[in-house]
């Protein structure tokens, strides 16, 4: 059974950092693609960004240029590195990984960005 576990969420102030882990339950080469998705309350989910298994990775506009998708795959864990946080970025965010027609979501991890 494929199980994604989040971890790294919290509370920081506006500026700040913080990187989320998703721990894959089997090789994380196995996904076509994995990804962070976010959502807020009242609003749909959203992409925020992605990487395939070939390594190549794309971004949401909103955090082009201060969010980093990574992976280590001998720990088959992909990290979302988060800098220059803002209160918009505030929301729950999910691990997300396709394998074949199956997608894996993972419990979601809170990130609060005070002013």
């Known amino acids: 059974q494929v199980q994604l576990v989040e971890s790294g969420g919290g509370l920081v102030e506006a500026g700040g950092s913080l990187r989320l882990s998703c721990a894959a339950s089997?090789?994380?080469?196995?996904?076509?693609?994995m990804a962070w998705y976010r959502q807020a309350p009242g609003t749909q989910r959203e992409l925020v960004a992605r990487?395939?298994?070939?390594?190549?990775?794309n971004y949401a506009d909103s955090v082009k240029g201060r969010f980093t998708i990574s992976r280590d795959t001998a720990k088959n864990t992909v990290y979302l590195q988060m800098n220059s946080l803002e209160p918009e970025d505030t929301a729950v965010y999910y691990c997300?990984?396709?394998?074949?027609?199956?997608?894996?979501w993972g419990q979601g991890t809170q990130v609060t960005v005070s002013s």
């Open positions: 089997i090789s994380i080469l196995s996904f076509n693609a």
């Open positions: 990487i395939t298994s070939g390594g190549s990775t």
């Open positions: 997300n990984a396709w394998r074949y027609s199956t997608a894996y």
